[in-house]
């Protein structure tokens, strides 16, 4: 355990701080870019300022924690491993900046959004770690995000009554033939730098394999209300007695609403050391079955979301993986139900065909109760392929996998500018036929850094599977984290 713990700080091949620099040095120019708009959009900032005010009281955003990216990582851990995915509005709502999602060592899935930036979910919105690689869907992977409804509606704007004149004397057709007064307000700029989050998270297993993922994603407000996101990265898979990989992705997004449907999209390439480039894309569509119910202190009493997702893109499993070229398509629903302001329930569906003709169907649920500070939930994950192709392709595709335990947890203030999560998950888990137990521990802090500034760090440890280990034992550390910068 000591040993796999200071695998955080060091890592053993000198090879990983070279390919390291380089993927530094490849994405350098994208982050001068990025403090480049920052400056330049300053003065932006002060002229949207007004606009944005009324429009941040109605777009209660992201704080509804995605369950992308540490605490799904535990639970999905213990319900399978199941795996930083990624909101687009953390998630992007729910999705990209705190989106409520559960994560277990896992990427965090594409980021959902769910503009409850003020709201208080059943759960204290966590942090949300960002979408990690797109399609991790091996049960450390898997992490789909609890999502909640689309925000509410947007208040009118306040339009002032024409006034009427009570000068004595002056006709009214004077009065109306006045010239128009010429506008003072500043004008709205087209498009203003709404945040910077970067996502790490890195794990490694007692079998020697090793991933690393840097992802930082700048975010941008239209005039219009719909939002752009670009994101890269640095990425590394390492394996004990095997040339390593790094990966460079690049990608494009954007999100909308149509009505009170939210529509998210995005689009890329995967840029691999040795291995030829690949593409990438997602969409999410995400609608409200029932509308909102919000309390007057801005909790969240009742809601039901539902959403679809099509993911496509490289299986960032592992090097044997990424070497034989493996892509998948993976969609299916989501449902978020807010039961009451303390209980809730998700559950996710996913069905996956492989380029190697192999193809899974993958479920999680959850039900979680609230009790102060303290929760209690449970949690199921069942994930079985067609055929198991892991001694030629490399990944998991277990025939009959299932994943079942109990969660106690704390979340709480420790100080005003530090909030912690310690969680606890003891269950079971099934591998063809046979039964062992499956554990997984977890701790998370919040530091708030400054009005606009928190930073996420999380260690988390695992027994349940994500490959095949015959008789021995498996286990696996992670430690993820995220930092979060406002404009």
């Not at 992201?62 to 369950?67: F, G, L």
């Not at 033939?177 to 996502?199: C, F, G, M, Y």
């Not at 909308?256 to 998210?264: A, C, E, M, N, R």
């Not at 509308?291 to 044997?320: F, M, W």
């Amino acid at each position: 355990m000591a040993d796999s713990f200071r695998g955080y700080f060091f890592v053993s091949r000198s090879s990983f701080y070279t390919e390291f620099i380089l993927g530094c040095l490849q994405i350098k120019l994208g982050l001068i870019c990025s403090v480049g708009i920052w400056i330049l959009s300053e003065a932006k900032l002060q002229a949207a300022q007004a606009h944005q005010n009324w429009k941040l009281s109605s777009e209660l955003t992201e704080r509804v924690t995605t369950m992308k990216s540490a605490e799904f990582r535990v639970l999905l851990a213990v319900a399978g491993r199941l795996a930083r995915a990624e909101s687009v509005e953390q998630y992007s709502k729910l999705t990209t900046h705190r989106e409520v999602r559960v994560s277990t060592r896992a990427s965090d899935f594409t980021k959902g959004e769910l503009n409850f930036d003020d709201l208080e979910l059943s759960r204290p919105l966590p942090y949300r770690l960002g979408p990690i690689p797109i399609l991790m869907a091996a049960p450390e992977n898997f992490n789909p995000d609890l999502r909640l409804p689309p925000a509410l509606p947007e208040p009118p704007q306040n339009s002032s009554p024409p006034k009427t004149s009570t000068e004595s004397g002056k006709p009214d057709a004077v009065l109306e033939s006045s010239p128009p007064k010429t506008s003072t307000e500043p004008r709205t700029p087209d498009a203003v730098l709404e945040s910077i989050d970067t996502d790490y998270h890195y794990e490694s297993d007692n079998f020697g394999q090793t991933n690393f993922f840097l992802e930082p994603t700048i975010k941008f407000r239209l005039s219009n209300g719909n939002k752009i996101f670009f994101r890269t990265g640095f990425n590394y898979f390492g394996q004990r007695g095997v040339e390593s990989i790094t990966n460079f992705p690049l990608q494009i997004g954007w999100q909308g609403k149509i009505g009170q449907v939210t529509l998210q999209t995005a689009a890329g390439v995967d840029m691999f050391n040795r291995l030829p480039t690949a593409i990438n894309l997602n969409a999410k569509v995400e609608a409200p079955i029932s509308p909102p119910q919000v309390s007057t202190s801005g909790q969240l009493l009742s809601a039901v979301v539902l959403s679809g997702n099509l993911e496509q893109g490289p299986y960032k499993s592992n090097i044997r993986t990424l070497e034989n070229q493996i892509t998948a398509w993976r969609f299916g629903p989501d449902l978020f139900w807010q039961i009451d302001r303390n209980t809730s329930l998700f559950s996710s569906l996913r069905l996956g065909n492989y380029n190697d003709g192999n193809s899974d169907v993958q479920s999680f649920s959850r039900l979680e109760r609230k009790f102060g500070q303290f929760s209690l939930a449970a949690n199921l994950f069942t994930w079985s392929f067609d055929r198991d192709l892991e001694r030629t392709t490399g990944y998991f595709s277990p025939p009959d996998f299932l994943v079942y335990n109990g969660e106690v947890a704390w979340e709480g203030d420790i100080a005003n500018f530090l909030r912690c999560r310690l969680a606890a998950n003891l269950g079971r888990q099934r591998l063809k036929g046979e039964f062992d137990n499956a554990n997984t521990y977890q701790t998370r802090c919040t530091v708030k850094l400054s009005p606009n500034i928190e930073a996420d760090l999380g260690y988390s440890f695992s027994n349940v599977r994500n490959q095949e280990t015959g008789g021995s034992s498996y286990g696996s550390d992670s430690l993820t984290g995220q930092l979060r910068v406002k404009f």
